[in-house]
């Protein structure tokens, strides 16, 4: 498995998978990525993440059935591995930990 270190965008996307659950595919990945973020994702960009995800052992993928709505072609879902959960839980732990040690920032107002 390559490092566990996750990017911004990667951590995002893999929140991302965990929050769909079942109905994790690049599509909806995006879609669901511009509802939280407000940002649109670019699919290229989203199939990148997914495949180095995938690479790093984060995330894995399975094919679905085929649909007759996408001419034969089957949807690819993707997962969360448990190397992906421990590396989410190991970022939410960092960032809480930082987010202790902060002491005179004013952050009202600011949402």
């Known amino acids: 498995m390559k490092g566990t270190n996750l990017g911004e965008f990667e951590e995002l996307v893999l929140l991302t998978i965990a929050a769909l659950g079942r109905d994790a595919y ?13 940002r649109a994702a670019k699919l290229g960009v989203v199939h990148a993440v997914l495949n180095r995800l995938e690479e790093k052992g984060l995330a894995k993928s399975y094919l679905g059935e085929a649909s007759a709505t996408r001419g034969g ?27 202790q040690h902060i002491s005179g920032l004013n952050l009202e107002g600011l949402s």
Not at 74 to 99: C, D, H, M, N, P
């Open 26 to 38: 690049s599509v909806a990945i995006c879609d669901e990525l511009e509802r939280y973020t407000g």
């Open 73 to 99: 072609k089957r949807k690819r879902f993707y997962e969360i591995s448990q190397a992906g959960k421990v590396a989410l839980v190991r970022s939410r732990e960092i960032r809480e930990t930082i987010w």
